[in-house]
């Protein structure tokens, strides 16, 4: 979720084994025989299984997959192209049919995938959950390289609104994408990921800083942040832009850091022409507490609504005749820049849903000639914006408002704000709320107190955007924008349920109301 701002390529990469290490673990159902084969944060059996599947084991290896939006899109990729959904280019015709599963990335970092229904019609509606990739985090400066007092330090920025005096004593690390010159003189798009501690933001001890506790920990961001790489200051690269210039002595990067990456890429040191990276904590996603109902997570926010999201999607339209019956078209967003305001190319401001609806509805169009097709399709649609909620903090009771405090473990928290921060309306939540009655599934609704500023999200953008009904919802949580979060177990499966309901009966329950008549 984004801060409110007052005015007061590669191929599918490689299965998640092959990154995940010990970390990756399926989630367990009974008492394992070894601590090894445990996603746990302690050696303490996990709580016994539910009646139904669980989606929480994939979503920990989809966590840790994912430590970057574009490794996030990556993963996302892959497990469509496993599921059978086919591949898109924006670059390229589309030849679309009902019953067809489909989807295309844009930046690698966005991604876009919908299942046409068997019994569509032109003028029928869209039927999406949008979420985003991105969250706050430290991203490298286009020249990194930084020396302190005989330290090889890396220069960042900030991203986003985190916590981010939680980032200091972490075991940190880096991950995003290079940009790679191959002999034939071509480039290529590559993805990183450095699996080790490599970098940390080292405190202050506190008999240097004496009032830290009585006066707060308040950080310069620019002067304490920069994460430590090195002692020895080694030789380092020089931009070809620089070498051209005798007066210029500025360095881009440390040549430690590119030997890194090279030989975790694979690749010499000089092919390295571009990288766009993340500052990353290398503490695994996994399960906690007494009963080992929480997840302990970074990038909760808002990666648990991407799986959920993705994962509603593949069940939904799994088998062919799970689109046998349906009349409209199921698709999933997932936009970045959400967490700096969403206006870029694959931020949830630019057309791209409208793009892709539009370019949707031609394609299925056929020989047909209805009039205003997109127009009707617009009208017809329902968009559920979905974005990691507050929940109650058992030390901070008084900072919401007395008669809405969602809680762990109770369900989505639908979103509500008069100020239309959120884009609910009273026929929204009635929709999404009626799906939930129907299968029984918890709901809680929240609204921020009068003195207290709202954050928003991107369904006001969409909602404004596209011209589309939309509901703002979201998993409860708490230490939103921590480096390490938190959510509760039992609502990942419960998201998973109703996502899945809203794909499976939206479009009928849907023809059941009538607003404007």
Partial sequence: MALLRLHLLRPPPAPLAAFSSPWRRALPTTRPAAPASRLLCSNHPA?????SPSIVGGLLDYLNESWTQFHATAEAKRQLLAA???????????????????????????????????????????NIIAAHTDSPCLKLKPRSASFKSGHQMVGVQTYGGGLWHTWFDRDLTLAGRVILKVPDGSFTHKLVKVNRPLIRVPTLAIHLDRTVNSEGFKPNLEN???????????????????????????????????????????CGSDEIIGMELNVCDTQPSCLGGGKNEFIYSGRLDNLASCYCALKSLMGSSKMPEDLSNEKGIRMIALFDNEEVGSNSMQGAGAPTIFQAMRRIVDSLMHQSMGEGALERALTSSFLVSADMAHALHPNYPDKHEEYHRPELQKGLVIKHNANQRYATSAVTAFLFKEIARIHNLPVQEFVVRNDMGCGSTIGPILASGVGIRTVDCGIPQLSMHSVREMCGREDIDTTYKHFKAFFEMFSDIDQKLNVDF
């Fill in 47 to 51: 709580a016994p299984s539910s009646p």
């Fill in 224 to 266: 304490h942040l920069a994460p430590l790489l090195a002692t020895k200051c080694e030789e380092t690269i020089i931009s070809s832009d620089d070498k051209k210039s005798s007066s210029s002595t500025k360095i881009v990067h440390h040549s430690l850091l590119l030997q890194v990456l090279s030989e975790e890429i694979g």
């Fill in 84 to 126: 059978g959904f086919e591949l898109l280019s924006e670059n390229d015709d589309w030849d679309l049919q009902p019953g067809g599963r489909y989807f295309f990335t844009r930046n690698m970092s966005c991604l876009v995938a919908f299942a046409v229904g068997e019994k569509y019609r032109v003028g029928n509606g869209f």
